[in-house]
């Protein structure tokens, strides 16, 4: 290759860019290291774009700058928030539940001082973490006992553990879900240690059929998974909690219950199905309930395990309960959320709570605003009938009415991609080639940044 056909001789070498201006001026404000790290990166990045067979080398004014845009990004953190225009309440990939006011400061205040996590004050001597959801969780739910852990999946590997593993857990084949991301149940069973035997048909499946596969030696739970993310409509019957348990009671075999959703409030006061409550689960004699924190409980990531004393005992005695431990920030912004339940304030209080109750005169009002303003700006927007979903793997095929803005625009995706690109990102819901924003999920401190990206990115 000859000198003058070579499509990278144009690129500066590290130090030659280091010299620039820019760089020189950004070297007041970053460390010089990575400085060079960004103008390494950037020059990397651009030889594989020319190798590529794209592009020529830019100006070294155009890579200086690119250099500290890359800076930028560097010292910036990835985790950050964005609007949730979807509807989508509990969205899992935007961090599920938000948490209350009284849940910020609880977790500020055992940030910035030390605190009881694990001492108990009038002794003096150790005292234990748990203990600060426990009292809570069993007055409210009518448990027995209970232990948190960091999320419902490890709530579930750590109860089959405790209390099954080497043995049988039936389970009706019509409810080994994938609870997302790809993690199955078969699998988390199988990573428990546990065996599992899966009765019934996809569709129906009956009380015989858990009888007939009850050995009262090796079987060590009877589990029920709540469909949270699908529904089993049609031709389909299955036995009820309440059954089961019957069934339990007469082999001495526990039956164990992965509720998902946790919630502690009746969905139907909403215009929802009912989704059945924690406290509803415990009384209808389950042994063991598993449920998440931050679904419709709308407190913080985390696993609830409510159940019999004796078996949460022997819960907290496994070694998984060490590695799946819950830290202090969890424990403040569960206490703060259990006790708006506790004090019938959570209504008001909860975010998820407060999205979910919503009603479509105040949706309408917002929409309705956002519209005025965008059409002050040349935006053709309109105000529809729309639904929100509740998401969050509860109350699958369930939505709430709500007013949306819908946009129509010639390349609908591409203006979501210019939407999601602004400083706070927005997201939005694109649905027959337009833009939908609905204001169930969007903050109301976030409405003028979501008018201003919207009239920004229009523009
Ligand atoms: C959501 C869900 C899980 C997983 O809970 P995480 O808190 O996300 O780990 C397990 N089981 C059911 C039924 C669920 O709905």
Redesign the pocket.
Known sequence: MSASSNPLRNLPAVDTLLNHPVLTAAQREHRRALLTDAARETLAAIRADVLAGGAAVPPLDAIAEKTVARLRRMVSPTLHPVINATGVVIH?NLGRSLLSARAQKAMVEVAQAYNNLEFDVPTGKRGSRYHHAEALLCRLTGAEAAVVVN??????VLSLSALAGEKEVLINRSQL?E??GR?R?PDIMAQSGAMLVEVGTTNRTYIDDFENNLHTVNTGLIMQ?????FALIGFTTEPTLAELVDLGERYGVPVMY????GTLLDTAQFGLAHEPTMQESVAAGAAIV?A????LLGGP???IILGRADLIARIKKHPLTRAFRVDKMTLAALQATLLAYLEGTAVDEIPTWQMIALDRRTLNRRAQKWRRTLAGAGIPAEVVDAQSAVG???LPGQTLPTRAVRIAVPDAAQMAARLRSADVPVITRLEDGAIWLDPRTVLPAQDSALVATMIESFR
């Open positions: 899992t999320n419902n999946a490890a709530a579930l879900i609870i997302g993690f149940i998974v709540h469909r949270s993310n992965d509720l998902g959703s598993t998440s924190g931050d679904k990531q985390a696993g969050g793997g509860s």
